[in-house]
């Protein structure tokens, strides 16, 4: 018999802790773990690097299938402009067909994997006996972000970063294909208020109340 492998999906809006959250669950469990973000930055970067342009469809497509899971780089792609890029390139169903398509491959690992992203619970793994939606207020989220451009020394303002999560959410969430939105048998986590240790603690027990149905 062959082991069950055991998927754990991760959604939730830019800025709201799911990336930290998501690789201490991954090192906690020894699961694989894929910020599938990342798949649409390298598609988006592949393009402004080559000077093509980033509203053909049919272009972004043919670079999406190049991407390579392996060597996904997070400091390289984690630049405003490519994240910019990578949310209009997202709304483009081909190039969601292609990056879903690796995504889920990548989900099959043993024993287990982490996926993160914003249609993990509702398309890419619908099936995960685990699904998250990791939230938190844009005023939030926006201070989370601003802290750590000023903590890496870097020059930022709150206001113009306020806006640019609400111009973020507003694309994710209201795009026609893939929308942001929890699943339904998602568990809501709001960490507003929450410290990083009592989020993976909340985490941890939703997890390990699903693992023991599962054994
Ligand atoms: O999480 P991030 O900022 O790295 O994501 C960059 C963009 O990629 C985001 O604006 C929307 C898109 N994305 C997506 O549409 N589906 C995913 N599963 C992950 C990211």
Do not use: W
Not at 18 to 29: M, N, V
Not at 126 to 146: G, M
């Amino acid at each position: 018999m062959t082991m069950q492998n055991f998927t754990i999906a991760i959604d939730g809006p830019a800025a709201a802790g799911k990336g930290t959250l998501s690789r201490q669950i991954a090192e906690a469990y020894g699961f694989h773990h894929l910020d599938t973000g990342l798949t649409y930055r390298a598609t988006a970067k592949a393009l402004l690097d080559t000077g093509l342009p980033l509203d053909d469809e049919i272009i972004a497509e043919k670079i999406a299938r190049e991407v390579e899971l392996g060597g996904l780089d997070r400091d390289i792609l984690s630049k405003h402009e490519i994240g910019e890029a990578a949310s209009k390139i997202a709304v483009m169903p081909s190039v969601r067909r292609a990056l879903v398509e690796a995504q889920r491959r990548f989900s099959e690992k043993q024993p287990g994997t982490v996926l993160d992203g914003r249609d993990i619970g509702t398309v890419v793994c619908p099936q995960a006996p685990v699904k998250l939606y990791v939230t938190a207020s844009p005023e939030v989220r926006a201070r989370r972000r601003y802290d750590e451009i000023v903590g890496r020394g870097g020059p930022a303002d709150y206001a113009e970063i306020f806006e640019d999560v609400k111009r973020r959410d507003e694309r994710d969430m209201g795009r026609a294909d893939s929308p942001l939105k929890p699943a339904g048998d998602a568990h809501l986590l709001d960490t507003s208020e929450m410290s990083i240790e009592a989020a993976f603690q909340a985490a941890k027990s939703i997890i390990d109340a699903a693992l023991n149905r599962n054994t």
